[in-house]
């Protein structure tokens, strides 16, 4: 609990898909003065992402979808390369991460190793992100993934030498934190992969 804030108000603006909360209270500034604001926030659940990646090819997944959001805020084509991620949907975050594997990428895996989680834009969305990564062996492969098929995801999946997506990353075309986030991850801490 925080003594910092009072008279919390929290309404509803929108629950059309998600909901959007206009939340009004007062906060104890620095000053010691009650301050009365207002904030919106976006919840949406909480979510997982996963960097599949495989040692002996020195290759990883990601996929590519259009984006709406990105599209309206100057990408050109409104599509993003991303790592495979998805909302919980009140799983646990591996068993989450595991069916979103299989349905986007069409990898079957037993296991996903957390390796840490994020508030990825804490001024305006409730969501913390779990983050995962992933060995994959062509064994695996049990479908051609590409989403599922009520959700409209159109996904294609893509397998890059993880060299080259690093080059993505610095060149400008992969554009998503959580992407970036594990595509450094893997940097530092899979050194077979980045050799």
Known sequence: MNDRIRNMKVSVLSDNW???HKVDFEYLSN?????????????????????????QRKSIILTRQFRMPTYL??????MMIEAC???????????A???????ETGYKLANATKIFES????????EILHFFI????????????????????????????????????KTGAIKDAKTIMLL????????????
């Open 18 to 20: 998600y909901t959007l």
């Open 31 to 55: 000053d010691q003065v009650w301050e009365k604001q207002s904030r919106e926030a976006y919840d949406r659940g909480n979510g997982a992402v996963v960097l599949l990646y495989n040692l």
């Open 73 to 78: 805020n100057k990408n050109k084509d409104g």
């Open 85 to 95: 991620a998805g909302l919980l949907d009140e799983n646990d975050p591996e068993t």
């Open 97 to 103: 991460i595991l069916k979103e594997i299989e349905e």
């Open 119 to 126: 508030y990825m834009s804490p001024g305006s969305v409730t």
């Open 134 to 169: 992933a060995e994959y062996s062509e064994k695996q492969k049990v479908s051609e993934g590409g989403g599922a098929s009520d959700e409209t995801e159109n996904i294609e999946v893509l397998e890059y030498q993880f060299q080259d997506a690093l080059k993505l990353l």
């Open 184 to 195: 450094q991850y893997a940097q530092i801490n899979l050194v077979d992969l980045a050799k």
